[in-house]
């Protein structure tokens, strides 16, 4: 199983971002898709888990971000609007999954930064 994350950079404080994240793999079932993130200095901490399919979107950080999933592509996004400089951080998908081969087990994505300038 493999997560790859994209849509990382750099963004001024205002503005918007969208990351995603693919699963890959012989995937049975997923259970649960989230982001974290991780600021220079800082524990690694939750934003949001996404728990169900499709249209089901979950606010987080103040209503700033959001975070869905859609299990036809094996993808959890985050939208990232009004970004601050506070945002800037390794955001990190993870997926709570089981494949044809083993039971739910936890993997993570390589991680992606995203800097915000003020």
């Known amino acids: 199983v493999q997560l790859v994350e994209s849509g990382g950079g750099l963004v001024q404080a205002g503005g918007s971002l969208r990351l995603s994240c693919t699963a890959s793999?012989?995937?049975?079932?997923?259970?649960?898709m989230a982001w974290h993130r991780q600021a220079p200095g800082k524990e690694r901490e939750l934003i949001a888990a996404a728990i169900t399919n499709y249209d089901a979107k979950v606010d987080s950080v103040e209503g700033r971000f959001t975070v869905w999933r859609d299990d036809r592509k094996r993808t959890v996004y985050l939208q990232i609007h009004n970004a601050k400089p506070i945002d800037t951080a390794v955001y990190y998908c993870?997926?709570?999954?089981?494949?044809?081969?083993?039971?739910?087990?936890?993997?993570w994505g390589q991680g992606t930064q995203v800097t915000v300038s003020s």
């Open positions: 993870r997926a709570h999954l089981s494949t044809y081969s083993t039971d739910l087990t936890t993997y």
């Open positions: 793999g012989s995937i049975r079932y997923i259970d649960e």
